[in-house]
C-alpha cells in the first residue's frame, strides 16, 4: 500500500504497514515534518521537536499541539522552541538497531533554520549502526513528503545509499509558499533578516514568503489578504503544472477555514492528492498565528 493516499485536517500519520522482520533501513525525521509522532510500522520513525515556555518544555505532537500554541500566543505568551537533544536521537537509533535495523536514513528540518540535524550529527558519530544525515533544506510538507517517499523505498526493501538519494530528490524538488499576517515572530526568532522582514512590514502590505536554500525569504508582497491567497494560489498552481506526481500539501497555523477554501480551489486545478493538515506547532511560534502555507513536491517517476 503506498503511503501516499492520504487527506486529512490533522497530524499526518503513515499509512499502517507492518515493518518487515529486521528491515534492514529505517526512516527517522522530525515533528517539523508534520508526521505522527513516534511513527510506526515502515513509516518514519518521529523524533520530537520542542516547544518552550516560560514555566515549561514540551515534545511536538506529544504533549503539545498546534491549538495550544497559537492559544498560548493569543494570550501573549513568550512561546520559544529548542532541538532535540543528541541523546534522544541516540535512542531512536538504539532502538532502531535492537529491532534489526543495520541502517538509518536520518533526515530533517534545513539547518538554516534549526541546530536539529547538529544533534542527529552528533548521535550519528556514536550509532551502533550506520547513520546517514540528510539535510532536507525544507520542513513542514516539503520536509514530511521526502520523508515517506525515502520510507517506501526502504519498505521495498532499497540500500541506504538509494533511501537517501530519494529522501534528497524529493526534498528538493519541493516548492512552499506562504502567507503570514506579521513578520514579527520570524524576526523574533532571527529566522529572517531584518532587511526582508522591514520590506514586509510596510504599511498595508502582506508579505508572500517562500523555502529558498534552506531559508526563509520574501518573495513577494501584495496588498489585501484576498490577493495573498490568489498568489499563493497562482504559484502552487506553477509547481503542479511543471511536476511530473505532484503531491500538495495545504498547511494553516490557526486558520482552517482558508487552508480549506485554498485546497478547494486547488483541487478544481489538479488531479494530485492534496493533504490538509495543522503546520508543525513549532513552526507556528516562528510564522505566527494565521499563516497559511501551500507545498508541492514531484514524487517523479521513481521506481524502486
Known amino acids: 500500500m503506498p503511503l501516499f493516499r492520504r487527506q486529512h485536517e490533522h497530524r499526518a500519520e503513515p499509512a499502517a504497514i507492518a515493518p518487515p522482520q529486521g528491515q534492514a533501513v529505517r526512516v527517522v525525521t522530525d515533528s517539523t515534518s508534520c508526521l505522527a509522532v513516534p511513527g510506526d510500522g515502515a513509516g518514519p520513525r518521529v523524533v520530537p521537536l520542542r516547544v518552550v515556555t ?16 497559537v492559544r498560548l500566543l493569543g494570550e501573549g505568551a513568550r512561546v520559544t522552541t529548542s532541538q532535540p537533544p543528541p541523546d534522544r536521537f541516540a535512542e531512536v537509533y538504539r532502538e532502531l538497531a535492537d529491532d534489526g535495523a543495520r541502517a538509518i536514513v536520518s533526515l530533517h528540518l534545513s539547518g538554516e533554520l534549526s541546530g536539529t540535524i547538529s544533534a542527529a550529527s552528533a548521535a550519528a558519530a556514536r550509532s551502533p549502526l550506520a547513520v546517514r544525515v540528510v539535510d532536507s533544506r525544507t520542513a513542514g510538507s516539503g ?3 521526502a520523508a515517506l517517499a525515502a520510507a517506501e523505498c ?11 538519494q530519494r529522501a534528497r530528490e524529493v526534498a528538493d524538488s519541493s516548492s512552499s509558499v506562504f502567507m503570514v499576517d506579521s513578520l514579527e515572530h520570524l524576526r523574533r526568532g532571527g529566522r529572517l533578516s531584518g532587511t526582508a522582514a522591514a520590506l514586509g512590514t510596510v504599511l498595508g502590505v502582506r508579505p508572500i514568503l517562500t523555502m529558498r536554500d534552506g531559508r526563509i525569504e520574501l518573495a513577494q508582497r501584495v496588498r489585501t489578504r484576498a490577493a495573498g491567497l490568489e498568489r499563493l494560489l497562482d504559484l502552487a498552481g506553477e509547481s503542479i503544472a511543471a511536476a511530473v506526481r505532484p503531491v500538495v500539501g495545504v498547511q494553516h497555523f490557526g486558520a482552517p477555514e482558508r487552508a480549506r477554501t ?12 492534496i493533504e490538509i493538515s495543522d503546520m508543525s506547532a513549532v513552526i507556528g511560534v516562528h510564522v505566527g498565528p494565521g499563516t497559511l502555507a501551500v507545498v508541492v513536491a514531484d514524487l517523479g517517476d521513481h521506481r524502486h
Not at 516560560?54 to 500554541?69: N, P
Not at 519498505?155 to 537517501?164: L, M, Q
Not at 485554498?262 to 492528492?273: F, N, P, Q, Y
Request: glycine residues 10%; aromatic residues 4%.
Open 54 to 69: 516560560e514555566r515549561e518544555s514540551y515534545d511536538e505532537g506529544v504533549d503539545v499541539t498546534m491549538a495550544d500554541v
Open 154 to 164: 526502504a519498505a521495498a526493501g532499497c540500500d541506504a545509499a538509494h533511501v537517501a
Open 143 to 145: 520536509l514530511g513528503f
Open 262 to 273: 485554498v485546497a478547494g480551489r486547488l483541487r478544481t486545478r489538479t488531479r494530485a492528492d
